[in-house]
């Protein structure tokens, strides 16, 4: 447990300074420095070769997250496992290639009134799928081999830092748009040439074949896993992309980068979960093993009531703001703020049921999850292509934040029916009371300039909302967390 938890907290220290690099970026030098149509391009680039690498993968990384401490031995290069990773990206990378040939003339067609900038750079998602498929597969092969940092630190840390430093030598005309376009698909694309490299010096890079150490029962599993991996990881990247790629093929190229803009923003409620999830998912994989249901309870009742606090914490914050950071964002951005509230109250319901979906995932039931995918995407498709013509970017926001809730009362009816698990109790009413007063009372603070209302409200909200939740003891955890600061505060 001692190395899960170092990892989590070097993870999330890497997640963090990323954050704080791309919120200067997107929060600032896109807005400022680029186009509308410029951001919905590299947006969009991103988007569609997510999902085309998620296909590509043809499931393998499913394989290697499940099946692969079956043939870990190091010293006979953990049995050709690597070699049949290698055939099977290989083989999805040629599909991919033989699907794109065919879809290009559709994507360039629909995309030359609305979004000509991304039909003259569709090209660039044959590296970026490529590399990114190459990064999908090795840093999960790094994760089974006990390194989940260095994936964390080339994703949130590594990736980011290159992208600004890109976007500030545009900014200062040592780069053109041309060489800006092809330096940001450069540095996504760098990641996976950087994991290879990593790997090569660790020496965990071996291609020599073992096909006979794969026995009928094995190869079973193997298939198995890979065909409920493919449809899950696909599902999975859909969700998360689709609503920007819908948006660029009914709105266009601008309201596309208006609402990757927006939905940074919203997003920043959730980052806090991740950390925290994947502690949980080790720690619930493990409850199940020794079959124990009461420690699984009390941990679903404690993630969702930590995760409520902080979501609403930083939903809350966000919002008393709102009026600064679309002063920050500019005029071409005045349609960003509903799409900030809807998609982080979206992901605020996400926080507030906690670890629903790990829970489900390390039970007998894990196979239900692709039944709650399937209806995830088809409400959030079905909701965007009613909401968007009415409401535009907005309704695109409406839709995922509508389709986050109801996945979310499915998996906690589920998780009711099933294991009689309900997390709720009337703390959480708290944690809304704190909210609403610390909401309410912040916003009556006089109008100031731009850094000081920030740093006045944010410091008003902040002080508002902690004084009652420590001081209604809300939260154990929270009380803990405050004592330790407190301890290491006086040395």
């Not at 916003?443 to 902690?466: K, Q, W």
């Amino acid at each position: 447990m001692g190395i899960i938890i170092k990892q989590s907290i070097k993870g999330s220290i890497w997640s963090y300074l990323g954050v704080g690099i791309g919120f200067i970026t997107t929060a600032y030098l896109y807005p400022n420095f680029l186009t509308t149509d410029t951001v919905g391009l590299l947006g969009l680039l991103l988007s569609w070769s997510l999902i085309f690498a998620q296909f590509s993968s043809l499931g393998f990384h499913g394989i290697t997250a499940r099946l692969f401490p079956y043939f870990r031995n190091k010293s006979q290069g953990h049995n050709g496992f690597l070699f049949i990773a290698l055939i099977v990206i290989l083989t999805g990378f040629i599909l991919f290639l033989i699907f794109f040939w065919f879809f290009k003339p559709y994507l360039v067609e629909s995309n030359l009134e609305k979004s000509k900038m991304f039909a003259d750079y569709i090209d660039l998602l044959l590296p970026l799928t490529f590399f990114t498929l190459i990064y999908v597969q090795l840093d999960v092969y790094n994760k089974v081999l006990y390194n989940a940092v260095f994936g964390i630190f080339l994703q949130e840390f590594l990736q980011r830092l290159l992208i600004i430093v890109i976007t500030l030598l545009f900014v200062f005309q040592v780069l053109n748009l041309h060489q800006l376009v092809i330096a940001y698909a450069a540095a996504v694309c760098a990641k996976g040439g950087f994991l290879i490299l990593f790997l090569a010096l660790k020496g965990e890079l071996s291609f020599r074949p073992n096909l006979r150490f794969i026995d009928r029962k094995l190869r079973n599993e193997m298939v198995s896993v890979g065909v409920f991996s493919i449809l899950t990881g696909l599902g999975g990247s859909l969700i998360f992309n689709i609503d920007k790629i819908l948006i660029n093929q009914m709105l266009g190229l601008s309201a596309t980068g208006v609402y990757n803009i927006a939905f940074f923003f919203g997003a920043l409620v959730i980052i806090p979960s991740r950390p925290l999830l994947r502690i949980s998912g080790t720690l619930i994989a493990e409850a199940f093993k020794r079959n124990d249901m009461h420690y699984i309870a009390d941990l679903y009742h404690r993630s969702c009531l930590n995760q409520f606090i902080i979501g609403a914490f930083l939903f809350g914050g966000i919002w008393v703001n709102i009026d600064n950071i679309l002063i920050i964002l500019g005029p071409d951005y005045a349609e960003a703020k509903w799409v900030i509230f809807f998609i982080g109250l979206g992901y605020l319901v996400d926080m507030v049921t906690g670890a629903n979906a790990q829970i489900i995932a390390y039970s007998r039931y894990y196979r239900v999850a692709l039944y709650f995918l399937i209806v995830l995407i088809s409400l959030a498709v079905a909701a965007i292509f009613l909401l968007v013509p009415i409401w535009g970017i907005v309704g695109g926001a409406v839709a995922i934040a509508g389709s986050f809730v109801v996945n979310n009362i499915i998996r906690f009816y589920f998780l009711y029916r099933k294991f009689r698990f309900q997390p709720f109790t009337s703390k959480f009413l708290w944690v809304l009371f704190a909210l609403i007063c610390a909401f309410i009372l912040s916003s009556f603070i006089p109008e100031m300039n731009l850094l000081a209302s920030l740093i006045v409200r944010s410091s008003a909200f902040t002080i508002l909302f902690a004084s009652i939740v420590i001081g209604f003891n809300v939260s154990d955890d929270a009380g803990h967390m405050l004592q330790n600061l407190l301890n290491w505060l006086k040395g």
